[in-house]
């Protein structure tokens, strides 16, 4: 019968290339001789010295991937961030297209809402699947071949630290913006945007005062709220960019919500504007669809710069 020591020798060079067996299988078994004769001169018995020397190497797959330079791991320090960072944007960037794109031609097509958010969401996490997979699949087969990725770090990389004067100016800019966008609600529902057949009409649904344009206004509070925290903290935080991104959801879902219901554009706007000159009603429908895709975008858009903005922010309160 073959000893402890010869079948240890044999697994650990079973899966190595055939001229590096020989080298190996002498290198051990030198080792392992001197360690267990180390051991014996110690007063140990010579089985157990065997037995403690060899589970002191350790499992002989782990020491053969050792002698092979040959990794035990899906993806190494060596490739980690690239991987992580990459997966990162692109399970961001790949779903949300898929459901954009998804959901656009559902509503194009007529679909009922509920069929619209299905189809939309199944694609999203089927590409937020295959995402990982594949992402995944090749930087394993990069950490095997040891191709570099050219993704070093050098010290340009760091974060600028953000001027108070430009937090300022975001601040302005948010609040300046907010005030033209509520001026401009405010005009349409009193003065109205056009003048048909010496009738004037307002291009929101006049049913939406007051209470609907009220929870409107509360948005639009809070994130003017939103602007002067954060120039009162010296930065965007974790916390403020969740708020932020909960004050985008709630005003896409204000306005597909009314969209979806008919509620939000003037019917008789669309008509007197869009239909009696000619427009298909086809047309029209579009253009609701697109109306609902740029809420959305912008939305979306206002939502994710917060989050970089946190992640970017050097300032006291990150």
Not at 33 to 53: S, T
Not at 171 to 200: F, N, P
Request: proline share 5%; hydrophobic share 55%.
């Amino acid at each position: 019968m073959p000893t402890l020591t010869e079948r240890y020798i044999a697994a650990t060079t079973a899966s190595l290339p055939a001229e590096a067996q020989q080298d190996v299988r002498a290198e051990l078994g030198v080792s392992i001789a001197d360690a267990v004769e180390a051991r014996i001169e110690q007063g140990e018995d010579p089985a157990a010295a065997e037995r403690a020397v060899l589970t002191e190497l350790g499992d002989p797959v782990v020491l053969a991937a050792g002698y092979a330079d040959r990794p035990l791991h899906l993806i190494g320090p060596r490739y980690y961030l690239t991987w992580w960072r990459l997966l990162k944007a692109l399970l961001i960037i790949v779903p949300l297209c898929a459901l954009g794109g998804v959901a656009v031609a559902q509503a194009l097509i007529g679909s009922p809402v509920e069929t619209i958010i299905a189809e939309s969401l199944a694609i999203a996490l089927s590409a937020a699947v295959h995402v990982f997979f594949w992402v995944t699949l090749v930087f394993v087969i990069l950490e095997r071949s040891g191709t570099p990725t050219g993704g070093g770090w050098d010290v340009d990389q760091l974060p600028q630290a953000q001027d108070p004067d430009a937090r300022l100016s975001d601040v302005v800019a948010s609040l300046a913006l907010l005030a033209v966008t509520a001026a401009a609600v405010l005009w349409d529902g009193t003065r109205g945007v056009v003048h048909v057949r010496g009738e004037t009409l307002s291009f929101l649904h006049p049913q939406l005062w007051p209470w609907w344009m009220a929870a409107l206004f509360v948005l639009f509070a809070l994130e003017a709220v939103i602007a002067v925290t954060v120039w009162i903290r010296r930065g965007w935080t974790a916390p403020l960019a969740a708020v932020n991104t909960l004050a985008a959801l709630l005003v896409v879902s204000w306005a597909l919500t009314l969209l979806g219901r008919g509620l939000l554009v003037n019917p008789a706007f669309t008509e007197a504007v869009l239909l009696d000159n000619g427009v298909d009603a086809d047309v029209v429908r579009i253009l609701g669809v697109l109306l609902g895709v740029g809420v959305t975008a912008i939305a979306g858009w206002d939502a994710a710069s917060g989050w970089v903005k946190a992640r970017r922010s050097t300032g006291p309160a990150r």
